[in-house]
């Protein structure tokens, strides 16, 4: 039953990467792999628990909260269920939430504010231009909820499926890339400094270069490689039946107060301490109460098309339900020990603090970052500032192997189109194809990540 949860897990994601020739959507792929791996886990838990060290370590908490009491496996299949699905669940809703501001601002021609002012249409220029401004603007917001933007937004400036989708990759690198360096930008760096092990200035000072660097030398290779100009989408289409609905100073407020909604997720979490997807759903309640002030003398037909319940028949459903099938599959082999066991493998087989981290990035490009990240933070103890580093038993905060940790975990997801929230949901929004990620986008986004930790070990190195 152990190895059997494994099979499915990789058979299901053979499935996912051959979508478009077995012609079976990936989200009916990744329903079916999350379901079916816990359905494994529930039935053969007697068996997959027996010796298990998560499970020792939850009879023992069991006991403590219970006086004693104990209890037997499906008990803890139960309980671990209900813990993914609460940790997926404040993820869908942020993605809900973000997907629908987004959506909201796409109506309101929002976008093509932004749009009108990028004049170039040198394929070069403009990949450059939009890759910079995914870099600082994820670190800003999120790389989720800047992939969801950049990628709407690219709906909206590029025509060419072929040209959409690459830029779009250069965007799911910049994003994740962005995100690594900033402690708000990525929700493994958020991990690691909620738990202590790294501070936020420490954070931004010694990861914004490798970081810098992991998008830069794929825009340096790509530069080489582009030619022409792209077949941009006109600014202005559809601006004139636009204005029969909504006024250029409502579709500038929309934009406005949509961009704001993201941009204070951070400070209202750092202010409140509740999960980011509680902001973004106090920004969409803000903003759906606008819209229907803003429209309520409009007909029918034109408000039911510019406010929330109009924008929700939208929204991309089906990615949704990807995400939830992906992540449930993932947290299944995660309680079931499957990820505890590979981070004991690559300490005993390969040791070095630098490579285990890169492997572990390598990693989280086909097995979610999170829990990745989260096995590593359980491997190590932390130990406070100053202290004396024990080589492969404890790292004291701010120490690179913490460091290091949230570099790889945040930029190797780029190396596979679904190793990161970016990926999954700009795959889900223009629906890009994971053969031709891997074909046109994978060896970029693999030279960038070693770039990047290269300069991290050299600057570790002779600068520390």
């Not at 579709?251 to 980011?276: A, D, N, R, Y």
């Not at 990745?372 to 580093?389: F, I, Q, T, W």
Request: glycine fraction near 8%.
């Amino acid at each position: 039953m152990y190895l059997l949860m494994v099979v499915v897990f990789v058979l299901g994601y053979l499935a996912i990467a051959l979508e478009h020739p077995i012609k079976i959507d990936k989200a009916a792929s990744a329903l079916l792999i999350g379901s079916i791996t816990w359905t494994i886990f529930a039935l053969g838990a007697d068996q997959i628990l027996e010796g298990s060290v998560l499970f020792e370590e939850y009879l023992k908490e069991y006991a403590l909260l219970n006086n004693g009491a104990t209890t037997d496996p499906m008990h803890y299949v139960e309980h671990e269920l209900g813990h993914h699905l609460s940790e997926i669940a404040e993820i869908l809703f942020f993605l809900l939430g973000a997907m629908t501001i987004v959506e909201l601002i796409d109506v309101h021609e929002g976008f093509a504010l932004i749009t009108d002012r990028i004049n170039t249409a040198n394929k070069v220029k403009l990949v450059w231009i939009l890759s910079v401004l995914t870099f600082f603007l994820s670190a800003v917001l999120d790389n989720l909820t800047t992939a969801i933007v950049m990628a709407a937004l690219l709906k909206k400036l590029i025509k060419s499926k072929d040209d959409l989708w690459l830029f779009a990759g250069m965007v799911i690198v910049s994003a994740n890339a962005g995100g690594a360096w900033s402690p708000i930008g990525d929700v493994t760096t958020i991990m690691l400094w909620i738990g202590g092990q790294v501070t936020a200035a420490n954070i931004v000072i010694k990861l914004l270069i490798p970081s810098l660097v992991a998008m830069l030398v794929p825009l340096a290779i790509l530069s080489f490689t582009l030619k022409g100009e792209v077949t941009r989408k006109l600014g202005m289409v559809d601006r004139a039946h636009l204005e029969d609905r909504t006024t250029p100073g409502e579709q500038k407020l929309v934009l406005f107060l949509g961009v704001g909604s993201l941009l204070f997720v951070p400070i209202f979490k750092t202010v409140t301490h509740l999960p980011p997807y509680m902001g973004v759903l106090f920004g969409l309640g803000i903003l759906w109460t606008v819209t229907e002030i803003m429209h309520r003398s409009k007909n029918k037909s034109d408000k039911s098309k510019l406010t929330v319940i109009g924008v929700l028949q939208k929204v991309d459903t089906p990615s949704v339900l990807f995400f939830l099938g992906i992540l449930a599959a993932v947290g299944s082999l995660q309680s079931a020990g499957h990820l505890r066991v590979m981070a004991s493998f690559l300490e005993e087989s390969i040791g070095n603090m630098y490579a285990i981290n890169i492997v572990i990035g390598l990693l989280s490009s086909i097995v979610d970052n999170v829990p990745l990240v989260a096995g590593a933070m359980g491997m190590y103890d932390l130990l406070p500032a100053g202290a004396e580093a024990v080589a492969g038993i404890a790292y004291p905060v701010d120490h690179s192997f913490w460091e290091f940790l949230a570099y790889c975990a945040g930029t190797g997801g780029s190396c596979l189109i679904i190793g990161s929230a970016a990926g999954v949901a700009v795959m889900g929004i223009l629906n890009i194809d994971f053969i031709w990620y891997i074909k046109k986008i994978t060896l970029l986004a693999l030279a960038g990540y070693l770039a990047g930790a290269g300069t991290f070990i050299l600057m570790e190195t002779y600068l520390h």
